[in-house]
């Protein structure tokens, strides 16, 4: 896909083959079979259907699956994610940083600069929590989680635990301390990693920022085009032969978004990046737009990761950052959030100044 702006900047995304795929043979089907035993669904009402069949299981619910064969209970996953969005609602109450914090190389730019805004006056095992390279392995991040719970204790310090950390600190005993730290690490990191693909997606697609369009018309349509959870999971289950004859009992399904965000019989002109489209268009219900889960699962954090992300747009406006003019090509990989990895971003002038 390649984008043309008015500035005469032309920037193309190449996507990993197995996504380029799923576009050059799937785009505008409402079903197809991906694998012996998975169906891909992308037809807007199909999703609809689909999804309202029945509720996520627990083991369908990514940041909520079991840790280690022990079940997330309602309760768990209910005071985490209040936790966490208490503490992105008390970050954001502080005022835009006075000194340029995000020229480098994104998404690790802006992802530092979540990870510090919201957790950066925690203790350093909880600060590693969020650190992208836990990513490489989960033996990696499960050893973080288990030596920061056998060591963890009153730090001492004045300055108060954050809402999440404090979950941490009343758990008792090492085993519940451990469950608490990995479910720290479960909600905490995905903010800091979904604000950092979403922004780093949206300064691709529309650098240099044009000062008429709006922050949340940038997102939407960065969403549609480049979103971050791509896919979604619903295990094989028998309600959904009855709702498409051409779905065995066994099959495992997976929902695309990332297929029905770009029908040609949901949007004009699906490839190309038009952010005055939402002018007027209601996310809230547009038929097969899924960025944040279907109505009735709506994803919670969709309230901590678009002021997070307006947040860092206002920053990029206000010093002019924009992709570097001399790279023209950013690359979607094949993993578990859709971004283009290795955008290098630099301060420039605002367009219109």
Known sequence: ??????????RTVVFAPRIAELFEKYRG??????????????????????????????????????????????????AFMQAVGADVRSALKAPLEA??????????????YVRDLVFGGEDLRFRLLVDRRLELTPKLTWSAVTSGAALIGRTGQQRPLSKLATQVFQANGFRDRRYAMYLYRRVAAPVCFTVAALVTSALWL???????????????????LLPPSWNILRLKGSEYPAVDARIGGGDDLLLLPLLSHRDPRLWAAPDEFRPERWDGLDPENHPGYLPFGPASERCWG?????????????????DGLRVEPEQTVGKVELDGLLEIASVRVCAGSTVGQ
Do not use: C, Y
């Open 1 to 10: 896909m390649s984008i043309r702006h008015s500035a005469g900047d032309i």
């Open 29 to 78: 089907e409402d079903l197809f079979r991906l694998e012996p035993d998975t169906i891909g669904i992308a037809g807007a009402d199909l999703l609809d259907a689909v999804l309202g069949a029945r509720p996520a299981r627990h083991d369908e619910r990514p940041t909520f699956k079991p840790v280690h064969r022990r079940l997330v209970s309602r309760a768990d996953s209910a």
């Open 99 to 112: 000194d340029g914090p995000l020229v480098g190389i994104w998404p690790q730019r802006p992802h530092d």
């Open 206 to 224: 529309a650098s240099p920022l044009d000062p008429e369009t709006s922050n949340r018309n940038i997102l939407l349509e960065t969403l549609r």
């Open 302 to 318: 969709r309230h901590m990761v678009m002021p997070l992300a307006e947040r860092i747009l206002d920053l990029a406006r206000r």
